[in-house]
């Protein structure tokens, strides 16, 4: 005879990782923001991604 499954789950709750999605979203957002100002104002270009195609951006034309 086969042993009845519990209903309860055999392992235990996940831990709180310790950080919040929000926090780390913001952290990401402040570091690109800040790598935009330096780029600019050392007058380098930025490479980034829009509408599917690598699109290079001259210093006056970053948007902070």
């Not at 690109?32 to 290079?56: E, I, M, P, S």
Request: hydrophobic share 45%; no cysteine.
């Amino acid at each position: 005879m086969k042993p009845i499954r519990s209903a309860e789950p055999k392992h235990s709750p996940v831990p709180d990782p310790g950080f919040y999605t929000d926090a780390l979203v913001a952290a990401a957002q402040d570091a690109v923001r800040a790598a935009l100002a330096r780029h600019k104002a050392l007058g380098h270009r930025v490479v980034t991604w829009r509408d599917g195609q690598v699109v290079l951006l001259r210093p006056g034309n970053i948007n902070l």
